[in-house]
């Protein structure tokens, strides 16, 4: 019994530093100022670093993005601190539409930092698709850097 | 960073119960059937999250965007830089750090020299009272932006780097929740001058209805917060009082309609003065401390 116990907590702990290994370190400030360098010349106007848990079952999570009509804006997305990719996609309506249809997508993209630029501005939907993880619990994270282009020259025919 | 300090402490019960379970061996499933499996799980994992996903705007935009919409300077409306010693408690001192950032870019943007310099000056104040002296680079930033005082697009990017600060602050304090208290006092007074200065040629009115469409989301967000010391409940009631009026009126209620847009809505000037009204009380009641 004594050896089964000893056993068990021998093979706990070779996962426990493997799990640690496999674990990335988000370095959120240095994510972040890489996907802010992307934003040029957008003014930075907010950001979200989301974490990624890789459980046993795929799931999504999403995040609702106000953009003013008439304004210009950026989104940068920096996948450099993902063990394993997920899927950004781009909505115009919320996830309560069956048939809503991607304006972007990062599948079948290699790229570790994204950006878009989208060409009309309406509340947008990002969605991320995180896959199951490979046997241990995984971790890391996504950060999103949103941008706009500030004018203040006065425009009165604005809209 | 909190994911790793989270993963280690779960990482050996984790550990253990994979060592205890994955052992045994599961049925094996066609591709079809995982497939479908996978759909569900992905369907119920989104209906259990609970966490409040809104990327809150930047105070600075909403302002750049009233003053292109013709929004006027009007002096005297801000909220007065002597009344910065009133605020004694760390709710007044969060709420009116978010009060003041909206008048410094106000000011900011219509190129008021000295109340720009004054403004400045109680924000760094009340970020050291909150204990986030760090947005100011110990006062290097301060110098840069008196130094650069007559070069607008400098200035709007100090004001930018502040914000960028403000988040890099919250984040690494596991305190980001806090963003939306700052926000709300930065969207009460954004929306206050805009009320205040809006000229009969302006584009603003439509501007501040396209504010009220992030409104319930702001609401949400303060709720979540989650520092318990805050005593945020004539905030979260003036918020939805605000709400609950101009869901109220004919034209947003229409909104349930299909193809009706906020960019739609015209309101009646008894329906705008009756917003702002609402408004003002709720400003009134920030800055009181």
């Known amino acids: ?159 | 960073m909190s994911i790793l300090k989270t993963s280690l402490k779960s990482i050996a019960a984790v550990s253990l119960a994979g060592v205890l379970f994955s052992c045994a061996d599961a049925p094996k499933k066609t591709e079809e059937v995982e497939q479908v499996e996978e759909v569900e799980e992905l369907e119920s994992m989104e209906s259990v999250n609970l966490e409040s996903d809104f990327i809150m705007p930047s105070p600075i935009q909403i302002a750049a965007m009233f003053n292109r919409s013709g929004l006027a300077y009007e002096s005297g409306i801000t909220n007065p830089t002597n009344n910065v010693s009133k605020y004694n408690t760390k709710t007044s001192r969060y709420l009116n750090f978010g009060v003041y950032s909206a008048d410094l870019a106000y000011v900011v943007l219509n190129s008021e020299r000295q109340a720009s310099l004054d403004y400045i000056k109680v924000v760094r104040d009340l970020s050291d009272l909150i204990g986030m002296p760090s947005i100011f680079d110990g006062g290097n930033l301060l110098t840069s932006f008196e130094k650069n005082i007559d070069n607008q697009d400098s200035v709007l990017y100090i004001l930018t780097t502040i914000k960028l600060r403000t988040d890099d602050y919250l984040a690494e304090n596991d305190d980001a929740s806090k963003e939306a208290v700052f926000f709300a006092s930065a969207w009460v007074e954004g929306m206050y001058l805009g009320s205040k200065s809006a000229t009969t040629e302006s584009s603003i009115t439509s501007r501040i209805i396209e504010q009220m469409s992030i409104l319930t989301n702001v609401i949400g967000a303060v709720k979540n917060q989650t520092d318990q010391s805050l005593d945020l409940t004539y905030l979260i009631s003036g918020l939805e009082e605000i709400l609950t009026t101009f869901e109220g009126f004919e034209e947003v209620k229409s909104l349930d309609s299909q193809g009706v847009s906020f960019s739609d809505i015209v309101l009646t000037n008894e329906e705008i003065s009756l917003l702002n009204k609402e408004i003002e009380t709720l400003r009134t009641r920030i800055i009181a401390g």
């Open chain 1, 1 to 159: 019994m004594k050896k089964t116990a000893l056993t068990l907590f021998s093979i706990a702990a070779i996962l426990l530093m493997s799990s640690a290994i496999i674990d990335i370190v988000c370095d959120t400030k240095t994510l972040k100022k890489e996907g802010i360098s992307e934003l040029n010349p957008f003014y930075y106007s907010a950001s979200k670093v989301t974490e990624v848990d890789y459980d046993y079952k795929s799931s999504r999570r999403e995040i609702e993005v106000p953009l003013f009509k008439g304004e210009k804006y950026r989104m940068i997305f920096n996948k450099k601190g993902l063990p394993k990719d997920v899927v950004i996609e781009i909505f115009e309506k919320d996830k309560s539409h069956d048939n809503r249809k991607a304006v972007f997508t990062s599948e079948g993209s290699s790229a570790d930092i994204l950006s878009y630029s989208p060409e009309k501005s309406k509340k947008m939907f990002i969605r991320y698709t995180i896959p199951k993880a490979d046997g241990v619990t995984e971790k890391g994270c996504l950060v999103f850097i949103l941008g706009y282009q500030l004018t203040f020259v006065t425009d009165t025919k604005d809209n």
